[in-house]
């Protein structure tokens, strides 16, 4: 079984920064494209920045120059950086990643479970 788990969500003031990671086990050949979504109350989910296995990269224009998403191939992780955070930001951020199982190497997306996100003063 493959299990994504997030962590590094918090509680941060307005222009803080905060670090995400999403760790990938299980039967796991190799990852393909991981990315980053984020929800808000009454919002839809939403991409936020992907990466593919490539390093190439892609952001939502309102986060381009404040976030960074990298990947730990060896670690099966994915990370987002945040900086300069704004209130705007507050969601619920899941992971998602295109794994590639070993043995059969059928592929499948999954999702992490979530981890809240509050810029508050």
């Known amino acids: 079984q493959v299990q994504l788990v997030t962590s590094g969500g918090g509680l941060v003031q307005p222009g803080g920064s905060l670090r995400l990671s999403c760790a990938a086990s299980?039967?796991?050949?190799?990852?393909?494209?991981m990315s980053w979504y984020r929800q808000a109350p009454g919002n839809e989910r939403e991409l936020v920045a992907s990466?593919?296995?490539?390093?190439?990269?892609h952001y939502v224009d309102s986060v381009k120059g404040r976030f960074t998403i990298s990947r730990d191939n060896a670690k099966n992780t994915v990370n987002l950086e945040m900086n300069s955070l704004k209130v705007e930001d507050t969601a619920v951020y899941y992971c998602?990643?295109?794994?590639?199982?070993?043995?059969?190497?059928?592929?499948?997306?999954?999702w992490g479970q979530g981890t809240q996100v509050t810029v508050s003063s």
């Open positions: 990466i593919r296995n490539n390093g190439s990269t």
């Open positions: 998602n990643a295109e794994i590639v199982y070993k043995y059969t190497y059928n592929s499948r997306l999954h």
């Open positions: 299980g039967s796991i050949s190799g990852i393909n494209l």
